[in-house]
Each structure stands twice: as structure tokens, then as C-alpha cells.
Nanobody, 124 residues
Framework: QVQLVESGGGLVQAGGSLRLSCAAS????????MGWFRQAPGKEREFVAA????????YYVESVQGRFTISRDNPKNSVYLQMNSLKPEDTALYSC?????????????????WGQGTQVAVSS
């Protein structure tokens, strides 16, 4: 079992930045790829970004390309999402997820463990 806890959400003005963190505990000795997803009120959960175990491969949804950066620190069992140039449409509950395996995926059904999420609100 792997437990994931997100932090770093909050309220920010459009154009601002936030850095989300996801701390993993439990059976973290295995190799996990990590992903960030978000869900806005009344909408389905959406893939945001994913990163391989080594950190050498990353994927982003087109709407955040060039604004968000996913990274990880394996000795600290943590993954991060740096969000710059935030827009009101980025407002959502952001959750991190872990999946066993070397290849990052963009579908939430591919992930084995989920955190509770951290809320991000961007005002215009």
C-alpha cells in the first residue's frame, strides 16, 4: 500500500504561481510513476501531468504545456507540480496518483493509489 498526501493548494490571482507537493509513504521501495490529475466542479477528472520513476519522461495535457512543470525527488518520496501563469480555468481539486510500472500514463484507471487532493482556486 502507498499513501499519498498533497499540499500546497490555495487561492491565487490569475497570473500567479503555486507549487503543489505530494508526499508518499508506505511501500515506496517499488518503482512508481506519478501523475497529477484535477477535477473542477461539475466536470470529470482530467489528466494534468505525469512523470516516470527516473524523472526522465514527462507528459502534460496541452492546456498546461509551458506553464506547469512536474518533478520528483525520490529520496524524499515526493512529487511536485510547479504551476505558473495560472488561469481561472485551472481552478480545481488537484490530486496526485501513483501507478506501478515504468511508463507514465494519462488515464486515471491506470493508477493504483490516490491522494485526497488539494484545492486550487484562481481568481480573475
Amino acid at each position: 500500500q502507498v499513501q499519498l498526501v498533497e499540499s500546497g493548494g490555495g487561492l491565487v490571482q490569475a497570473g500567479g504561481s503555486l507549487r503543489l507537493s505530494c508526499a508518499a509513504s508506505g511501500r515506496t521501495s517499488s518503482s512508481y510513476t506519478m501523475g497529477w490529475f484535477r477535477q473542477a466542479p461539475g466536470k470529470e477528472r482530467e489528466f494534468v501531468a505525469a512523470i516516470s520513476w527516473s524523472g526522465g519522461t514527462t507528459y502534460y495535457v496541452e492546456s498546461v504545456q509551458g506553464r506547469f512543470t512536474i518533478s520528483r525527488d525520490n529520496p524524499k518520496n515526493s512529487v511536485y507540480l510547479q504551476m505558473n501563469s495560472l488561469k481561472p480555468e485551472d481552478t480545481a481539486l488537484y490530486s496526485c496518483a501513483a501507478r506501478r510500472g515504468a511508463v507514465p500514463r494519462q488515464y486515471d484507471s491506470d493508477y493504483d493509489y490516490w491522494g485526497q487532493g488539494t484545492q486550487v482556486a484562481v481568481s480573475s
